[in-house]
């Protein structure tokens, strides 16, 4: 991403704004459920324009050896 954008990040449990850091960096906390999990992400860059992005997390709490 870059500088500034707003970044929309949503779950079927969870909806968050957050915005980049200078470097076009940002974290955020989701809350998940159990098994595969879609986040759906959008950015709004400065210019107006939108990029989007499906990511695809497992959460198990399942011991990997």
């Known amino acids: ?11 079927p449990d969870d909806d968050l704004l957050v915005i980049t850091d200078a470097n076009g960096n940002f974290t955020a906390d989701l809350e998940i459920s159990g098994g595969e999990n879609i986040i759906d992400i959008t950015a709004l860059l ?4 939108t990029q ?4 695809s ?5 399942a011991k990997i050896n």
């Open 1 to 11: 991403s870059l500088p500034g954008s707003t970044i929309a990040l949503t779950t």
């Open 46 to 49: 400065p210019d107006q324009k």
């Open 52 to 55: 989007n992005l499906k990511l």
């Open 57 to 61: 997390v497992t959460y198990t709490t």
